[in-house]
C-alpha cells in the first residue's frame, strides 16, 4: 500500500532583486495532503490548474522530496529507502515528450528496461509483450518521430509498465489525444488495475474520464485536499441540482402557473422556453427528483410529452462548485 | 556485472542513436579536429621554432608535430566529454531525465556510461587519423608495445571521469552552459596542448593544473614521445591516479547533492 501521510511541499521561488541583494519567498504548493493507494484500485487527484496535483505525484514517485510528512510505498520510506520505491513506481504523463525521437519504439523500451537492471531475453520478452499490450508490435521498429501523437502516448503506457510497477501515476495521460484513441487508452488503464491489480492514481481535465475510471476521487485545491469521496458519493454529498428537461407540445397558462407550484413546494425553479419546432421546453431544477409529480401533472393537464432527460449534476460541477465557494 | 554492461550497452545504443545518427556526424568529428591540427602546427611557421628559439628549452623542432598531435589527440578526448555534458540540456527538455531519475539506476553508472558511449562514438575516427599521422610523421619513440594501447588506456579513463565530473555540474543548473565557455578554451590554452605548460609563467602553470587533462598528456608523451620507461612514468602515473580519484569522490559527493537540489527545487523539469 502507498500511504501519504500530511505531506507538504513548499518550494522557495526567487522574486525580483539585484545582483547582489536577491529576494526569496517561499511558495505552498501542497499542505497536509494525506490519501492511500491500494491495489486494484484507481483513484483521481481533481482540481483546477496549479492545484498541486502534479508536484503531489512527482513526491510519490520520489522526482521531490516533500518539505514535511511522510509517504510510504510498501513499507519502505520514499525518501530515505527511495532505492527500493522507485523500483514500485513508474509515471506515465500525457503529451509527446519523455522519450528518445530518433529511437525507435523498441529501443526506447530496451533503454528504459536497462535502468531498471532488466536485460537479456527477460528485457527482449517484456518488451515484445509491452509492445503487444499497447498495440505497437507492427511499429516497434519504427523511429518514434514517426509515430502519431496516439502511438506516442501507447509507447508512454509501455515505457511507464517496463517495470511491472505495483504502483502507477498517470498525469493526463488522454491530453490532446482523439476521443477513441483516448476511450482505448481507459480501457487499457482499468485493466491495468482490475486485471493485473495494479494501484493507479490518475489526474485528468477530463471529468467524465475520472468519473468512468475511479473507484474514489480527491479533490485538491491550493494545494489543500478539500473532499474526499466515490465519483456519485461526492456529486451527492453536496446536493447539487438536478435539471428535469420536459418537452410539451403546449402551454397553457393553468399548466404555467401549476408548474411554478411545483417546482416552490419541491424547492426548486422553473424555466421556460419555446424552442424552434413551436414546442415548449420546461426546465425544472432542484435537490429532489421532481419527475413522478411532473408526469401526473401533465397527465392531469391532458399534455403529451415529447421528450424528457434528467441531468444529473457532474463531478465538474463538484469542482467547479467548491472553487466558487473557496473563491468567495 | 551483468546488469552494469547491459546499462553501458543501452547507454551506447542510446547515445549512437540519438547523437550520432548521421555520417555527417563522423565526418564532421573528423575533420573539425584535423582542421584545428593543422591550423595549429602552421601557426608556428611565421616564428622560429630553431634551436635559438625559446620554445627550443622545452621542445624541439622536429618533436613539434608530434607534441601537437599528441594534444589534439588528448584534448579531442576530453572535449567531446564537454559536449557530452552539454547535451545533458537535451534531457531535461525532453523530459527523459526525470524518467532516469525516476528509475532505480546507479547515477554514477548513469554518467560514466553516457561518458563512455560519447567518447567511444566522438573519437574514434580521429584516433585512428592520429594513428596514421603519427605513423606517417614518423619519430615516435614509445616505450613499448604496450606504450600506444596504455596512453589510450590513461586518456580514456581520465576523460571518462572528467566527463562525469562535468554532467554531475550539468544536472545542478539549466544555466551551467557557461561552463562550456568558462573550462573548454582554458584548457585547450593551458592544458599543454599546444604549448608546453612548462614554458608558461606562474600563474599559467597553476591553472594548467587544475585540469587533469595536463597530467594525461604529460604521460602520454612520456609514453609515445620520450620512450620512457613504466618505472620512470611512476611518479606522473601516481600523480594522475591522485587527481583522477579525488575527481570522483568530488563527483559522488555532487551527485548526491544534486540530487538531492533537484528534489528540493523541482528544476529537472526547468529549462
Not at chain 1, 505497437?136 to 501523437?149: C, G, I, M, W
Request: charged content about 20%.
Amino acid at each position: 500500500m502507498l500511504i501519504v501521510e500530511n505531506v507538504r511541499k513548499v518550494y522557495r521561488v526567487k522574486e525580483k532583486g539585484s545582483w547582489l541583494r536577491q529576494q526569496w519567498k517561499e511558495v505552498e504548493a501542497v499542505s497536509d495532503v494525506s490519501f492511500r493507494m491500494v491495489p486494484g484500485k484507481i483513484i483521481g487527484l481533481l482540481g483546477i490548474n496549479g492545484a498541486g496535483k502534479t508536484t503531489t505525484i512527482k513526491m510519490c514517485s520520489t522526482l521531490l522530496s516533500p518539505t514535511s510528512g511522510t509517504i510510504t510505498v510498501d513499507g519502505y520510506d520514499a525518501v530515505k529507502e527511495d532505492r527500493f520505491v522507485k523500483a514500485k513506481v513508474n509515471m506515465i504523463a500525457g503529451g509527446e515528450r519523455m522519450l528518445y525521437w530518433r529511437l525507435t519504439g523498441r529501443e526506447n523500451l530496451h533503454y528504459f528496461g536497462s535502468l531498471y537492471g532488466l536485460h537479456g531475453g527477460a528485457l527482449r520478452s517484456r518488451i515484445d509483450s509491452l509492445l503487444l499490450q499497447v498495440g505497437l508490435l507492427d511499429a516497434a521498429d519504427t523511429p518514434v518521430e514517426r509515430y502519431s501523437k496516439g502511438m506516442k502516448q501507447r509507447l508512454q503506457i509501455a515505457r511507464g509498465l517496463i517495470n511491472d510497477p505495483s504502483y502507477l501515476f498517470l498525469d493526463e495521460p488522454t491530453l490532446g489525444l482523439d476521443a477513441p484513441i483516448a476511450r482505448q487508452l481507459r480501457k487499457h488503464v482499468k485493466e491495468l488495475a482490475v486485471a493485473h491489480g495494479k494501484a493507479i492514481l490518475l489526474t485528468s481535465h477530463y471529468i467524465h474520464e475520472v468519473e468512468e475510471l475511479c473507484d474514489e476521487v480527491y479533490i485538491i485545491d491550493k494545494g489543500k485536499l478539500v473532499a474526499h469521496d466515490t465519483p456519485a458519493q461526492l456529486t451527492q454529498s453536496l446536493n447539487l441540482e438536478t435539471a428535469l428537461h420536459v418537452v410539451i407540445p403546449a402551454l397553457s397558462a393553468s399548466l404555467d402557473l401549476d408548474l411554478q407550484k411545483l417546482a416552490v413546494r419541491y424547492g426548486g425553479s422553473r424555466e421556460i422556453a419555446e424552442t424552434d419546432e413551436h414546442t415548449w421546453e420546461v426546465t425544472l431544477r432542484g435537490q429532489t427528483d421532481m419527475t413522478t409529480p411532473l408526469l401526473s401533472l401533465l397527465a392531469a393537464h391532458q399534455s403529451p410529452v415529447l421528450r424528457l432527460h434528467t441531468q444529473q449534476p457532474s463531478l465538474e460541477d463538484v469542482i467547479l462548485h467548491m472553487a466558487d465557494r473557496r473563491g468567495a | 556485472m551483468k546488469q552494469l554492461t547491459a546499462l553501458l550497452w543501452a547507454e551506447i545504443q542510446k547515445e549512437h542513436r540519438h547523437s550520432f545518427h548521421s555520417k555527417m556526424v563522423y565526418f564532421s568529428l573528423l575533420i573539425w579536429p584535423a582542421i584545428m591540427f593543422v591550423t595549429a602546427y602552421y601557426s608556428f611557421a611565421p616564428f622560429r621554432t630553431g634551436a635559438d628559439s625559446p620554445l627550443a628549452r622545452f621542445l624541439s623542432a622536429e618533436q613539434l608535430p608530434l607534441f601537437l598531435l599528441t594534444g589534439y589527440l588528448g584534448y579531442i578526448f576530453f572535449w567531446c566529454l564537454v559536449q557530452s555534458a552539454w547535451q545533458m540540456s537535451f534531457e531535461r527538455q525532453a523530459g527523459t531525465m526525470e524518467m532516469i531519475f525516476i528509475s532505480p539506476v546507479n547515477r554514477l553508472a548513469f554518467l560514466y556510461g553516457r561518458s563512455l558511449s560519447s567518447l567511444v562514438e566522438g573519437v574514434w575516427l580521429f584516433f585512428c587519423f592520429t594513428l596514421l599521422a603519427l605513423l606517417f610523421v614518423g619519430g615516435m619513440h614509445p616505450s613499448g608495445w604496450w606504450a600506444i594501447p596504455l596512453a589510450f588506456f590513461v586518456l580514456l579513463v581520465s576523460a571518462i571521469v572528467w566527463g562525469g565530473f562535468l554532467s554531475v555540474l550539468f544536472l545542478f543548473s539549466r544555466d551551467a552552459s557557461f561552463l562550456y565557455t568558462v573550462l573548454d578554451e582554458p584548457m585547450l590554452i593551458f592544458s599543454g596542448v599546444r604549448l608546453p605548460p612548462l614554458a608558461f609563467p606562474l600563474w599559467a602553470k597553476a591553472i594548467s593544473f587544475c585540469f587533469p587533462l595536463t597530467y594525461a598528456l604529460q604521460l602520454v608523451r612520456g609514453l609515445l614521445m620520450e620512450g620512457a620507461p613504466l618505472s620512470a612514468l611512476a611518479p606522473e602515473l601516481a600523480l594522475l591516479a591522485s587527481v583522477l580519484l579525488l575527481l570522483v569522490l568530488v563527483t559522488v559527493v555532487l551527485l548526491k547533492k544534486a540530487e538531492k537540489h533537484m528534489k528540493e527545487t523541482g528544476n529537472m523539469v526547468m529549462y
